[in-house]
């Protein structure tokens, strides 16, 4: 059986990963946006794996920043996982999107603009780790949706 540690490590690193001696953020998120743009899985089930990964992400985090003693440890990268998911959802999945998502997903991510950094302020623990990707997530998708309006 595996140990209830090890799984919360394999999900908050990512399958490890988070354990990539560089940025390692920003190979998780290039993981999603390969991920994605090799499968093209449906809105649904991108939703799926976003809620799944939020969750799942919650409570891993949460685990693993408990055992680190450490605030946020940067292999914690199941965050950029789940916000790279929220950037992508109900758009089109093409390899201009994905990257285009990338690209503006990781800027909002290390910037922290705002309205992320007070998310990240204000919250603490598997949440506080997991809701301003999350955010930034979501400002990736808004600024997209209005560059593909126009």
Request: charged fraction near 15%; charge should be positive.
């Amino acid at each position: 059986m595996l140990e209830s540690s090890v799984f919360y490590k394999i999900i908050a690193t990512v399958f490890f990963i988070g354990y990539f001696p560089i940025a390692p953020g920003t190979v998780a998120s290039a993981f999603a946006m390969i991920f994605i743009g090799l499968t093209k899985p449906s809105d649904t089930l991108i939703i799926y794996i976003l809620i799944i990964s939020f969750f799942l992400g919650i409570l891993a985090s949460k685990k693993v920043e408990e055992k680190a003693k450490k605030k946020d440890p940067s292999y914690i990268v199941i965050d950029e996982f789940a916000g790279y998911c929220t950037s992508v959802i109900f758009l089109p999945v093409n390899w201009y999107t994905l990257i285009a998502c990338f690209v503006f997903f990781r800027f909002f991510d290390i910037i922290k603009p705002t309205p992320i950094r007070q998310i990240e302020r204000k919250l603490s623990g598997g949440i506080g780790i997991m809701m301003d990707d999350i955010i930034a997530g979501l400002i990736t998708n808004l600024l997209l949706r209005i560059f593909l309006i126009l």
